[in-house]
């Protein structure tokens, strides 16, 4: 049986909720409007500027499982035809290996570990993973020697550029916390900037 | 309004005394997952897959392989090619992932040509032949096991399959190696009634 007690208790609680409503539904709209012009204006994200080396090609270094040997890049052209507008990709020659002493483990190269560096501020491209010969999307095996692969990036036409800067990014082995229930077996995650290499480039324009 | 009565508390820490007892209770790493039941066989053997079927019916070793008339893919290693056959059931098979696992701990997963990277099931009561392509380190092959591991979201009890594909040590790897044919061509999928 409800008391007394807990009959006011309900009363003054009714009272406390209503003369502060306004304040409350005041204080929910200006989050949900923060909300909005932050992302509309682009995220709430911190512009660090580069924070790893810069090397010139070519050069051999490691970034997480692979081992990257980055030669030779080029702008190629493509020419704009009846039925299709002028167009322009960055291919970058490396060579990759899997050097993944932690699994053992035949892995593709997913195409967000390297990136094409616009550089003014712009987001990084990403690209398409790694070619290798006549393949796309290949997987690197644990235990075989270097593949040479070249990778494509989407530019728009008007692109240009004689050194162009590529971001390798390196993952590492780690585990999750298991405290919440993730299972706490360590993979490959956690992609961080490792190494950024300027490659001389040509520009090529393809005919068909 | 109490909205601590002492049950709610008791009840509580109950709950959080039973989360504890079934950590205590977990059996010690006997099996590398314990929801995960293995199903072992060998060449040529029709396995369970759930009340599914799978039968790997040869190994072949090439220097290269060939899909869909386009230039032959070769290898500094080796291309294991594995061909199956499933023949489906009513239960749901849902889709798993092949790999090869060697003594040394070594995954090879299936060249990115092949597409489907597991094994293939059709509709219940058909039967489904298909081939997987590996790239191999040539030096290590020693305990070739082809694996189809289960996907699942939620860890449940499931099945996987494990295939002894009869290369025991390196003599025998070598002897394959040697035999290795030049070129592999991937046979097309082919469905027919079980």
């Not at chain 1, 923060?34 to 080396?53: N, P, S």
């Not at chain 1, 075989?144 to 550029?161: M, N, R």
């Not at chain 2, 386009?70 to 080796?78: C, F, R």
Request: aromatic fraction near 8%; hydrophobic fraction near 40%.
């Amino acid at each position: 049986m409800e008391s007394l007690d807990d009959v006011i208790d309900a009363m003054i609680a009714d009272r406390v909720i209503h003369r502060h409503r306004r304040k409350w539904l005041i204080a929910i709209a200006l989050v949900v409007v923060l909300a909005v012009v932050i992302f509309f204006t682009g995220g709430w994200r911190e512009k660090k500027g580069r924070t790893v080396d810069t090397v010139d090609a070519p050069t051999t270094f490691e970034a997480g499982r692979f081992e990257f040997g980055v030669t030779s890049a080029q702008i190629i052209r493509t020419p704009k035809t009846t039925y299709d507008p002028a167009k322009a990709r960055v291919e970058l020659s490396y060579d990759v290996k899997n050097i993944d002493d932690e699994e053992r483990k035949s892995t593709t190269l997913q195409g967000k570990l390297v990136l094409l560096v616009v550089g003014g501020g712009e987001d990084p491209i990403e690209s398409n993973g790694a070619t290798c010969r006549g393949a796309i999307n290949w997987v690197f095996v644990y235990g075989l020697p270097a593949e040479s692969c070249t990778t494509k990036f989407d530019v728009p036409a008007d692109f240009t550029g004689d050194k162009l800067e590529f971001g390798f990014l390196a993952e590492s082995h780690d585990s999750d916390i298991g405290l919440l229930g993730a299972s706490e077996d360590p993979y490959w995650q956690n992609e961080k900037a490792a190494m950024v290499v300027r490659v001389p480039t040509t520009t090529t324009t393809e005919t068909k | 309004m109490k909205l601590y009565r002492t049950s709610t508390v008791l009840v509580g820490v109950l709950f959080v005394l039973l989360g504890g007892l079934t950590r205590l209770a977990t059996p010690e790493r006997v099996y590398d997952s314990e929801n995960r039941e293995i199903v072992h066989g060998t060449i040529g053997e029709p396995l369970k897959y759930r009340d599914s079927t799978i039968t790997v019916h040869r190994v072949k070793f090439a220097k290269a392989y060939v899909d869909d008339d386009d230039k032959p893919v070769e290898t500094n290693g080796v291309f294991v090619a594995v061909e199956y056959e499933t023949v489906r059931g009513t239960e749901d098979v849902g889709s798993n992932d092949a790999s090869l696992s060697t003594d040394e701990g070594t995954e090879y997963r299936p060249v990115a040509a092949t597409i489907i990277d597991g094994a293939d099931f059709v509709e219940p009561g058909f039967a489904r032949s298909g081939s997987l392509v590996f790239e191999v380190n040539s030096a290590d092959l020693a305990g070739l096991t082809l694996n189809f591991v289960s996907l699942q979201f939620w860890t449940v009890l499931t099945q996987d399959v494990s295939v002894d594909l009869g290369v025991p040590d390196d003599k025998i790897a070598q002897q394959l190696l040697d035999t290795a044919s030049p070129e592999y061509v991937i046979p097309k999928t082919v469905t027919r009634v079980a």
